[in-house]
């Protein structure tokens, strides 16, 4: 069973960039699909970025352009660029399985981004 633990958010300023890490506890990124989710307060969980067993990576239309996703196979980890953060940013992001796995959710790492 694959146990994620994502790292990497922070409060950060409008324009401003954050990097986020997803290490998986087993390898996983060869044989399913993954992605980033957030939820902010009040709203859905939403997929904002996801990269296929074969590297084909896909995002939501709100952070296209900005946003970044990316593994490492070696390391089991996987990545969030963002730039040109956006206070609709602003939210818990997660990792998982996409589709996601219920028993996979791990804490989140919470992203701020305000002045």
């Known amino acids: 069973q694959v146990q994620f633990v994502e790292s990497g958010g922070g409060l950060v300023q409008p324009g401003g960039s954050l990097r986020l890490s997803c290490a998986a506890s087993?390898?996983?990124?060869?044989?399913?699909?993954v992605g980033w989710y957030r939820q902010a307060p009040g709203k859905q969980r939403e997929l904002v970025a996801g990269?296929?067993?074969?590297?084909?990576?896909s995002y939501v239309d709100s952070v296209k352009g900005r946003f970044t996703i990316s593994r490492d196979m070696a390391k089991k980890t996987l990545y969030l660029q963002m730039n040109s953060l956006k206070p609709e940013d602003t939210a818990v992001y997660y990792c998982?399985?996409?589709?996601?796995?219920?028993?996979?959710w791990g804490q989140g790492t919470q992203v701020t981004v305000s002045s």
């Open positions: 998982n399985l996409v589709p996601p796995g219920v028993r996979y």
């Open positions: 087993v390898s996983i990124f060869s044989t399913y699909a």
């Open positions: 990269i296929t067993s074969g590297g084909v990576t």
